[in-house]
Each structure stands twice: as C-alpha cells, then as structure tokens.
C-alpha cells in the first residue's frame, strides 16, 4: 500500500464529509469513535481510508494524516477531495 502525506492546516477551510459510500464503512461509528479519541493529537494513521468518514471527522483535530489504501483510484479520490 502507498502511503501519502499531507499536512494539514491549524484549521479546516470547510467540513468535508465522504462523497462515496463505502461497504465496510464507518460513518454510522463517527460519533462512537469520536468519543474514544483525544481531542487533538499529533498524526493520524489510516491504514484503509475507504470513504475517509473518520479521517474527515477528525480534520480538525489532527496536524498530519498518513492515508493509505489498496485501491489505488479510491486513495487518488480522497487527496482530491482533501485538495479542495
């Protein structure tokens, strides 16, 4: 898997929400999972990104992500969408 950095400004120009419902999918999780984490830390790894629903719920607490997946036109969809 390829793993792509971006840093990510003190804030977030917009909320940015998945555009692609993704099979194994953990939007309906956010708020759990979001609940379980710290309100800010350093780097987020995301090993499968999919959707990217919880890299995307999490942009304003994280400085840096590493997003990776195996499907290669997903992964280049998720940075697109970041880039916006």
Not at 7 to 15: D, E, H, I, N, T
Not at 51 to 59: R, S
Request: glycine share 8%; hydrophobic share 40%; charged share 20%.
């Amino acid at each position: 898997m390829k793993k792509t950095a971006r840093k990510l400004g003190s804030k977030p120009k917009k909320q940015v929400s998945p555009f692609v419902k993704w099979a194994s999918g953990k939007r309906h999780l956010i708020p759990e999972i979001l609940a379980r984490l710290p309100a800010s830390f350093g780097i987020y790894y995301e090993s499968f990104v999919g959707g990217g629903a919880v890299f995307f719920a999490l942009t304003d607490r994280i400085s840096q992500a590493i997003l990776s997946d195996s499907n290669a036109e997903l992964r280049t969809s998720t940075l697109l969408q970041c880039a916006l």
